[in-house]
C-alpha cells in the first residue's frame, strides 16, 4: 500500500522559513500529482497547494500565494513545500497528499501521510 | 472560490441507524466531489469520488449521490468504527476547497 512520511516540521517563530519534506513509498511518483492539505488545532482541512506530476503546474490557495513554493525531485522521488514568512495563523498539521492521477479531473486525494506539526510562535 | 457547506455540524447517531450527511457548493462543481473520513489523530482517508465511486476497500454501506450543487453520503447502518469526522471536497476548480465537516457522534 502507498505510504507517505513527512518531515520538517517544528517550531518556528512568525517571520521565518521552513521546509517540509514528503517521501512516498513505491509507487509511480512522476505519475501522480501532489498536494499539501493543513489542519489548525481542532479545525478543519484546509488545502494549501497541488503540484502536477511534472511539477509544470503549481497552485496555491489565497492565505501562502507568495509566501509558500510548492516542488518535487521526480528523480528523487520527494514533494517539498518551502514555507517563508510563516505566520502564527500558519500553526497546523500539514500533510502530504496523493491526487488520484497526473491532473485535471483527479485533484483529490486517496492517500495521506500522517502528518507534521507546524507551529509558529509570535 | 467555490464555498462548501456541510451540514449538519454534528449527527448523532445510534449503532446500526443510518445517517445522511449533506455537503452543498456556492456554484456547480459537475460531479467532481469527494468525502472522506477522519478518525481523531489520524489522516483523513478518501471514501467516495466522483460523487458516488466508493474508493478501494470502503464497504457498501458508504454511498454518494447528487450532482451540481447539492450532495449526499449516506452511511446505511453506522457501525463504531464510523464515528468520526466526514469532510467533502470539491475538485472542479481552484483553489480546492473542502467543506467544514460533519461530525458523527454516538447517541
Known amino acids: 500500500e502507498v505510504q507517505l512520511l513527512e518531515s520538517g516540521g517544528g517550531l518556528k517563530q512568525a517571520g521565518e522559513s521552513l521546509r517540509l519534506s514528503c517521501t512516498p513509498s513505491?509507487?509511480?511518483?512522476?505519475?501522480?500529482?501532489m498536494s499539501w492539505v493543513r489542519q489548525a488545532p481542532g479545525k478543519g482541512l484546509e488545502w494549501v497547494s497541488t503540484?502536477?506530476?511534472?511539477?509544470?503546474?503549481?497552485?496555491?490557495a489565497d492565505s501562502v500565494k507568495g509566501r509558500f513554493t510548492i516542488s518535487r525531485d521526480n528523480s528523487k522521488k520527494t514533494l517539498f513545500l518551502q514555507m517563508d514568512s510563516l505566520r502564527v495563523e500558519d500553526t497546523a498539521v500539514y500533510y502530504c497528499?496523493?491526487?488520484f492521477g497526473p491532473g485535471s479531473g483527479s485533484y483529490f486525494h486517496d492517500f495521506w501521510g500522517q502528518g507534521s506539526l507546524v507551529t509558529v510562535s509570535s | 472560490e467555490i464555498v462548501m457547506t456541510q451540514s449538519p455540524a454534528t449527527l448523532s447517531v445510534s449503532p446500526g441507524e443510518g445517517a445522511t450527511l449533506s455537503c452543498r457548493a456556492s456554484?456547480?462543481?459537475?460531479?467532481?466531489l469527494a468525502w472522506y473520513q477522519q478518525k481523531p489523530g489520524q489522516a483523513p482517508r478518501l471514501l467516495i469520488y466522483?460523487?458516488?465511486t466508493r474508493a478501494t476497500g470502503i464497504p457498501a454501506g458508504f454511498s454518494g449521490s447528487g450532482s451540481g450543487t447539492e450532495f449526499t453520503l449516506t452511511i446505511s447502518s453506522l457501525q463504531s468504527e464510523d464515528f468520526a469526522v466526514y469532510y467533502c471536497?470539491?475538485?472542479?476548480?481552484?483553489?480546492?476547497?473542502f467543506g467544514g465537516g460533519t461530525k458523527v457522534e454516538i447517541k
Open positions: 497528499a496523493k491526487c
Open positions: 513505491e509507487f509511480s511518483f512522476s505519475s501522480y500529482a
Open positions: 503540484i502536477s506530476n511534472f511539477g509544470g503546474g503549481t497552485f496555491y
Open positions: 456554484q456547480s462543481v459537475s460531479y467532481n
Open positions: 466522483r460523487t458516488s
Open positions: 471536497q470539491q475538485y472542479n476548480d481552484w483553489p480546492l476547497t
